[in-house]
């Protein structure tokens, strides 16, 4: 793999990490829409921006 | 629901459908590769369209919103890993497509045949993915039926729907292979996008707007905001849920097969791009429908019945209800199109191919064409067993594909992954989760696809350390990837 490759997987591999663990462990009582509900919208549209930085320059 | 406006609603549906499969058919199919993965030349929105129809099946608005129904927001988060683990393609992806356009790969397990230096690979791979795809199409079929019947009251049997669908997935294979499925998978894909975020948008508004309906879920169903919540999405539960589906991109051939398809890295890129941005939207769709009918309709005892009930109530203007429930039914036949051509690419490319000696493109064209109609027959019998819960049996044969993801990331990032690797890890665990689905033990309390994983992964690298690698395919392999890589997205 190429070195900025490792690090955009390194990252996205984090975000899921936290996608496993804060909403069993921190936000698990939070029973709001700001509660897991919001927190996975939210990791996943960051992983989808990150999708479009690693797919930027392809076939250029 | 008048099952005349049903009947009307499923004409218009296959008759635009068949319109489009023929217009997609251009010049004389006569190659594999042409048939099978349109001479990779597919647009990158189409190629989105597609890989989007193809993943997302009627488990989306029946399924999902059925977990979302039982145990809440978990289901979010479930599919949602699942769509953070599509960006495993933003690193197989072009690795996929470089390999496929020099070596001529048709099928993902000819690849790792060729790979590891061994035909009985490829063999192996390809039946074990028709053992695990063939149930999971009949779930399709099955999701087909109890829509039709659930939403006509009885008055469309659920053989009627099944047969339906089994059919229509034959006919847009057929047509022109996978140009037609290409096609009409992307008519099927914004119609199921279009209607149901329409019909979703309605149903918020009529519950009181986007700020009472989640006061509601606050208030009335606060239980279904949080996990484990009610019980029901328990860690392990969880967690074996969503191991299989996180690979599901490599895992499954019907849609790692779609990474030899588009004409550029740049449509690969517009195909990732596409799907994950429809994904997201219609994950949204899929749980806010599952949480409306939890507001609407509480104490369901099935919950697969969450959405023919919600499509039928007052919330739903009846002629939206039906145009929804015919998206549906398009987002299963999408799926299983799809599946039917892989797997008779599968086994018309790499069990048929190898086996019989001097099997020349043609024959193997043939071949293939022959298969698909047995191949949906198969699952057509499957589907009549009448199953009822699709949303664990569709997981079930995910666990199954798992077993190969470890020698896919092998035949990219590991030089010393051996045949005899593979051909234990793939067989053996496969083996191990089916004794484990058909027993329903759950060792430790973790599903089929954890152990799935963990065995494949452990087998694979200790088998391959105790064999010779292939040394000189994996040099030459690997280093022309090196190579087309640095060139092409710089």
Redesign the interface.
């Known amino acids: 793999?190429?070195e900025n490759?490792w690090k955009?997987?390194l990252t996205?591999f984090i975000?899921?990490l936290l996608?496993?663990i804060l909403?069993?462990t921190i936000?698990?009582?939070?029973?709001?829409?700001y509660?897991?509900?919001l927190l996975?919208?939210v990791?996943?549209?960051t992983?989808?921006i990150?999708?479009?930085f690693?797919?930027k320059?392809?076939?250029? | 629901m008048s099952t005349t406006y049903v009947w009307w609603a499923i004409a218009i549906y296959v008759l635009a459908s068949l319109f489009v499969a023929f217009l997609s058919r251009s010049e004389k199919q006569t190659s594999m590769s042409s048939y099978f993965i349109g001479d990779r030349k597919l647009n990158g929105f189409v190629s989105a369209l597609s890989y989007s129809a193809t993943t997302y099946s009627a488990f989306m608005l029946v399924g999902l919103a059925g977990l979302t129904y039982m145990g809440g927001?978990?289901a979010?988060?479930f599919e949602?890993?699942y769509?953070?683990?599509v960006?495993l393609v933003?690193?197989f992806g072009?690795r996929f497509w470089l390999v496929g356009k020099k070596y001529g790969y048709v099928t993902p397990s000819e690849m790792l045949g060729d790979r590891y230096n061994n035909k009985s690979v490829a063999i192996v791979v390809s039946i074990f993915s028709c053992l695990f795809l063939i149930p999971y199409s009949a779930v399709q079929l099955a999701g087909v039926g109890y829509l039709l019947q659930g939403m006509t009251n009885n008055a469309i049997s659920f053989t009627t729907g099944v047969i339906i669908a089994t059919v229509l997935a034959i006919v847009f294979s057929f047509i022109a292979g996978i140009r037609s499925v290409a096609w009409t998978d992307s008519l099927q894909a914004l119609f199921m996008i279009v209607t149901s975020t329409i019909v979703v948008i309605i149903i918020i508004s009529r519950l009181g707007g986007l700020g009472d309906f989640?006061h509601t879920?606050?208030t009335n169903h606060?239980?279904l905001?949080?996990?484990?919540g009610n019980g029901f999405w328990s860690?392990t539960t969880?967690?074996g849920m969503?191991i299989p589906w996180?690979f599901f991109s490599l895992s499954n051939p019907q849609v790692s097969q779609r990474l030899y398809m588009p004409k550029?890295?740049?449509?690969?890129?517009t195909m990732?791009?596409g799907f994950?941005?429809f994904g997201?939207i219609y994950t949204?769709v899929a749980i806010v429908w599952g949480f409306s009918a939890a507001i609407k309709f509480p104490g369901l005892e099935n919950a697969d019945l969450a959405t023919p009930l919600l499509l039928s109530s007052d919330l739903v203007p009846p002629i939206l209800g039906v145009i929804v429930m015919v998206g549906i039914m398009a987002a299963a036949v999408s799926t299983i199109d799809s599946i039917l051509l892989t797997l008779s690419s599968l086994f018309a490319r790499d069990v048929y191919g190898n086996i019989k000696k001097g099997a020349t493109d043609k024959m193997q064209l043939r071949v293939g064409k022959i298969v698909i109609p047995i191949i949906a027959i198969l699952a057509y019998l499957f589907a009549e067993l009448e199953v009822n819960l699709i949303a664990v049996l569709s997981v079930a044969s995910s666990a199954g594909l798992l077993v190969v993801v470890p020698a896919i990331i092998g035949t990219f990032?590991w030089k010393r992954g051996t045949a005899a690797g593979v051909l234990t890890s793939v067989i053996v665990s496969g083996i191990i989760i089916i004794i484990i689905e058909l027993t329903q033990i759950k060792p430790l309390g973790l599903a089929s696809g954890i152990w799935g994983i963990v065995i494949s992964t452990l087998l694979f690298i200790i088998v391959s350390l105790l064999t010779k690698a292939p040394e000189q395919k994996a040099s030459e392999f690997l280093g022309y990837i090196k190579v087309a890589?640095?060139n092409?997205?710089?």
Do not use: C, D, Q
């Open positions: 793999m190429k490759e955009w997987a996205i975000i899921i996608a496993y909403p069993y936000i698990t009582e939070v029973a709001k829409w509660g897991s509900l996975w919208i990791l996943t549209l992983v989808i990150i999708n479009y690693i797919t320059n392809w076939g250029k | 927001v978990g979010l988060g949602l890993i769509l953070m683990g960006s933003a690193f072009p989640l879920l606050e606060a239980e905001l949080t996990v484990p860690f969880f967690l969503t996180f550029s890295l740049k449509s690969l890129k990732l791009m994950m941005i997201f949204i990032f890589l640095k092409e997205t710089k």
